[in-house]
């Protein structure tokens, strides 16, 4: 580089004194993952990470210690600096000791964390009672570097944690160790884990088979929206002990599916002995006095249920997987997924039903029974009943659900239904068809100036119904009932103004939600001399299932959806059509669109058809969705132009 003057060398001198100063008072160690992770706010130095499984007195004793090393890399030190370790009665923690490094005048000056703070957590109801341990790291700036070092201790065999191999920040090396008696028979379980070198060693020693697992510069996952859950993203290990051999006996502990169901079944089988709440009997009979079927007695409990026992999620130790007893769930009208249930078995029971309890795990976890035949599997509880050769999933937790429709974070997901003490079924619940959820609207238009004014008529089924009533419980007023619909049935632009609405079938579960309303959106069409332009794509439904052309990971939906939309417009006096669009049609796999124009004598009809059709996309596939929506959202573009006779 050419130098013009002393100037410029004075300036190249200034840069060079500023960048090494700027990074002069901080670590080697800082200098070199700056530069090689530019874009993280953090790494991981050291994840370590030692399971000690022991045979004692004919039981197994279980410890995890875990020692984790950051390195903070800007001034998210200072947000970093607050931490918190989750514990259960399944989970206890026995020793934390936590420390922050702060570097200054060329070395780290220590500080040890000695408030620990114990607060409760309500996240997991299902499985345990979550707590969580508190704490502040001190004096925490760029450059600075805590180390956390806790053991837990699990208190029960079927619950050992996954072993993750990355995480949202780079991880420079991480070593897991597992110890344990060579009478114990493990088997490992592999998710993600194609593209890493995960080097795994196996040795015995001293009566003891020690498993081996690292890996080494592991870089960080990007973190985006509707990510379907980490664990179909993060590479992991789930280890499962099968069995243990004590006193010349084979004791099976999660070798197979029937081995959980057995556990499971042993904390359900004392439930709803005593006799049945008199008052619970005459409801019931009260329920099903005029219905003549099966399924609509299990219709009307099964509704009552839901309208009436609130949902509330509050567990403890072996509670997060007992149901309570009928009778209690009757008397307090509350209860969490297993009391809904319980109460369902009991009320369907009555009725001369019979229902099963039954575990699933929501669409979050990606496993299936017989990869993981442990307590990670599944996180709910609902009911199932066969009817007529038709399996149900009522979940009575949910509100407004349809007996023929499961709840939507269930779709897909193996069910395990309980049928009794020996005897189990994996049924898989399935996929509601995008067509069950619709939504439909017809709408009149005519043009005022630049003002679009029609009326509409909008119904809703489905999943797409069951949203807008769960929402609409919170819209108690007129004006809020208002702003609410201007919001969701907004088309066109952001002047969409609702005049007036009407509602029918509110909050009724068998028939579909109808929506009625008049509107007008200001500075919608485009009037040039003798000639209005206007484009009858009001609603463009498909760009909200475009993904970002970068993203990493898979996406998700809630459910699958269909749209309809039939739009006539009428053609102002005086003019006639000078252009419409041509028709549009496209099916692919992930979905099928199709857009048509007729022009009659006095008005334009405007057709559009989008039926959603996936539920989980991975990386290729959002590329090719991508590329199928932009041919949609280009003839989007179109405009109709009416010209002046």
Known sequence: MLLKNKKDAYSLILLVLICFNGYSQYSAEFKT??????????????????????????????????????????????????????????????????TSYEYKDGKYK???????????????????????LNFIYPNLSIG????????????????????????????????????????????????????????FQKEEKRGNIIYTWELSDIDKFKSEQNIPSYNRLLPHIIPIISSYKSEGKTINVLKDVSDLYSWYYSLIKDINK?????????????????????????????YWT??????????????????????????KKYGDCKDNSSILYEMLKIAGLEGNLTWIGTRTIPYTYNQVPTPMVDNHMILSIAIDN?????????????????????QGKEALISKDPKSFEIKTVPIVPAKTNSFKELSKLYIDGDQLKGESTTELSGYYKIDFFNQLENENTTNKIKEY???????????????????????????????????????????????????????????????????????????????????????????????????????????????????????????????????????????ENNKAIKLVEKNYKDIVILKKS
């Open 274 to 302: 005593s006799e049945t709440d008199k008052q619970l009997v005459a409801l019931v009979n009260n329920l099903i006095k005029d219905k003549k079927t099966d399924l609509e007695k299990a219709k009307a409990i099964y």
């Open 390 to 410: 038709e399996t149900y999933f009522l979940d009575a937790t949910g509100r407004y659900l349809p007996i023929d429709m499961p709840s939507s974070f269930i």
């Open 33 to 98: 993952n700056k530069e090689k992770y530019p874009e993280s706010n953090i790494v991981r130095l050291l994840d370590e990470e030692v399971i000690s499984i022991k045979l004692k007195n004919n039981d197994l004793e279980i410890a995890q210690s875990f020692i984790e090393e950051d390195l903070f890399l800007d001034e998210s030190a200072i947000y970093g600096s607050k931490r918190a370790l989750n514990f259960s009665s399944f989970f206890e923690l026995q020793s934390v000791e936590a």
């Open 485 to 623: 619909y201007n919001r969701k049935l907004r088309k066109g632009n952001n002047k969409f103004l609702i005049d007036s609405i009407s509602e029918k079938n509110k909050f009724d579960y068998n028939n579909n939600l109808i929506v009625d309303y008049k509107f007008n959106i200001r500075d919608y069409t485009k009037n040039f001399n003798d000639e209005i332009y206007i484009n009858l794509n009001l609603k463009q439904d498909i760009s909200a299932y475009r993904t970002e052309d970068d993203r990493e990971n898979d996406s998700e939906v809630k459910y699958q959806a269909y749209y309809e939309y039939t739009t006539i417009l009428d053609i102002p006096e005086g003019y006639r059509v000078q252009y419409i669009p041509e028709n549009f049609a496209l099916e692919t796999d992930y979905f099928n669109c199709s857009i048509s124009y007729t022009i009659n004598e006095t008005s334009i009809t405007y057709e559009h058809k989008l039926e959603m059709k996936f539920l989980n996309l991975n990386g290729q596939q959002q590329k």
């Open 144 to 199: 600075s570097k805590t180390k956390l070092e806790y053991t837990e201790i699990v208190k029960n065999p079927r619950f050992l944690s996954p072993i993750y191999f990355g995480d949202f920040f780079p991880i420079q090396h991480k070593k897991v160790t597992l110890i344990a008696d060579k009478d114990i028979e493990f088997r490992f379980e592999e998710f993600n884990t194609e593209a890493y070198k995960i080097k």
């Open 110 to 132: 220590t500080y040890k964390v000695e408030d620990f703070v114990e607060k409760d957590e309500l996240e997991n109801s299902f499985h345990d009672d979550s707590k969580s």
């Open 306 to 331: 839901q309208k009436n026992i609130k949902y509330i999620a509050f567990e403890y130790a072996l509670g997060g997987f007992i149901p309570r007893e009928a009778n209690d769930v009757f008397k």
